[in-house]
């Protein structure tokens, strides 16, 4: 497992507080957000966007077009920060 993907997936565990979940059980592909992935709502996107924000020093937009996908999962918010940090 990439380190970006582990830390992504222990902020999202810690932040949300979803002690029941290890980084293993959140597959990097799988959906974040609805019933199909972990059933993320849009107060957990606020707060993980909070957690992301404090940890990665990173400013989200909410009038980017673009910003539901970047949360669509663990893989895309990796590429996201990634983007970001190369900017």
């Not at 992935?37 to 966007?49: F, N, P, R, T, V």
């Not at 009038?63 to 970047?70: E, I, L």
Request: charged share 25%; no cysteine; net charge negative.
């Amino acid at each position: 497992m990439n380190d970006l993907h582990l830390e992504i997936k222990q902020l999202i565990i810690e932040s949300l507080n979803l002690e029941d979940l290890t980084p293993a059980d959140i597959d990097s592909d799988v959906s974040l957000f609805g019933g199909d992935g972990l059933g993320l709502d849009s107060i957990d996107a606020l707060e993980l966007g909070v957690a992301l924000r404090k940890k990665y020093k990173v400013t989200l937009d909410a009038g980017d077009p673009n910003v539901k996908n970047y949360f669509r999962s663990v893989n895309t918010l990796a590429q996201w920060l990634q983007e970001k940090a190369h900017a």
